[in-house]
């Protein structure tokens, strides 16, 4: 299975867009098998997408193209034998104050954190929402 994270800035961030976009990626993604999790605040979208290699691959090219965001940067590629979100077809978290500030975010925080670092803030991101059950994938 392949796993990859990219980081993009919203365009006109707000509530209708997001559920726009959660709306479309939890069909589609439970169609193609595809689980994962967005973190979103206004200046940042940071999504963890995981499944199959052609269909991550598939889903990456969209989303590449999908003009309610831009400046989309791969973070990392991964080949794992395990999803990080077995239940989610996709998790929104609204980035509780997050890990860095906007000035931060805007200096480019988000391109030089390390790979095995954007990976454990996923993982945690998994662990503080184990109990919550709706939007269940592929357990
Ligand atoms: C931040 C962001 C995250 C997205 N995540 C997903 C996703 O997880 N799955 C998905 O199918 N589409 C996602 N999309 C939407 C795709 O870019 C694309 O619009 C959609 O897959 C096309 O679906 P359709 O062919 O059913 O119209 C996302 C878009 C944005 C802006």
């Known amino acids: 299975m392949k796993r990859l994270v990219y980081r993009s800035q919203p365009f006109g961030f707000g509530r209708a867009m997001l559920a726009g976009i959660l709306l479309d990626s939890r069909r589609n993604n439970r169609r193609d098998e ?5 973190i979103c605040r206004h200046d940042l979208y940071l999504q963890l997408i995981e499944g199959h290699a052609s ?6 090219s969209r989303i590449n193209v999908d003009d309610r ?3 989309v940067r791969l973070l990392l590629t991964d080949t794992v034998s395990e999803r990080l979100f077995p239940r989610w077809d996709m998790l929104d978290d609204e980035a509780p104050s997050l890990f ?3 000035a931060e975010v805007a200096d480019g925080a988000v391109e030089s954190t390390a790979p095995v670092e954007l990976t454990r803030i996923f993982a945690r991101l998994s662990a503080n929402t184990a109990a919550r059950k709706e939007h269940s994938g592929y357990a």
């Open 34 to 38: 595809i689980t994962g999790a967005l």
């Open 55 to 60: 269909e991550i691959d598939a889903l990456y």
């Open 100 to 102: 860095w500030s906007p």
């Open 69 to 71: 965001h831009g400046e």
